[in-house]
């Protein structure tokens, strides 16, 4: 689970980034209507199919990508956070400005899913038609890891709002300044831990089990691709 986002430490970081006093000679925001703080698993794209030499297949996705490899096949879905913010500016005392947004929206999940077949299995429709549907096995926990962070981690993601509501800045366009890298600080120290569980949910998926059944599918087509591979 993630580490509570501490509201101090947030605070310092940006108006220490920013040039600003030191924390305990700002004065908090007071007088803000209430914000809506919305956070949703990102809807998954369909799976964009395909082929590829089998030898090329263990370069076959990026670094940040969570990746199943396969002798036959890879499937990879990058991961990311996406935010929507409504500012809202609320006047206070002494010319100060802040920023109270109506509503922020914190997406996290994946934009790009690829299966990556290798070229050899593309002609047996059987073995073909396996490897997509275990693909989608390995989308499912992807989707179901993403909740359960999602449910885990509501409440460190309302702190960090909270926080950043009691920024007061010169201008408007200042406290919508401190918002944006205020939430990006927030969604990459999010990222760290969720990249984690993405990796042990997807590891999960391949039991021996689960591959000794892949293997024998279709007559044992797949094992036969691999064999052919692995011993050339």
């Not at 890298?181 to 089990?209: C, E, M």
Request: charged share 25%.
């Amino acid at each position: 689970m993630m580490k509570p986002v501490l509201a101090a430490c947030i605070a310092w970081g940006l108006l220490s980034s920013l040039g600003r006093p030191a924390l305990g000679m700002v004065l908090e925001c007071a007088n803000l209507p209430p914000s809506k703080l919305l956070i949703y698993n990102i809807d998954m794209p369909e799976a964009e199919e395909e082929l590829a030499p089998a030898a090329s297949l263990a370069r076959a996705a990026d670094k940040t990508d969570v990746v199943a490899r396969h002798t036959m096949a890879v499937f990879t879905r990058n991961v990311v956070g996406q935010v929507r913010i409504r500012h809202r500016e609320v006047p206070q005392s002494g010319g100060k400005v802040c920023n109270a947004p109506e509503t922020v929206t914190i997406g996290f999940g994946s934009t790009s899913r690829k299966l990556i077949i290798a070229d050899v299995v593309a002609g047996n429709a059987c073995a073909r038609r396996e490897l997509i549907e275990h693909e989608k096995a390995h989308s499912i926990a992807f989707n179901a890891a993403v909740d359960r962070f999602i449910e885990d981690n509501g409440t460190s993601l309302r702190e960090g709002m909270a926080a950043l509501k009691k920024m007061p800045a010169d201008t408007f366009q200042q406290a919508t300044a401190m918002w944006d890298s205020g939430l990006r600080l927030i969604l990459d120290r999010a990222t760290v831990p969720l990249l984690t569980k993405l990796g042990d949910a997807n590891s999960a998926v391949d039991t021996p089990a689960v591959l000794k059944a892949l293997g024998e599918a279709c007559e044992g087509a797949l094992r036969r691709f691999e064999n052919r591979y692995l011993y050339q």
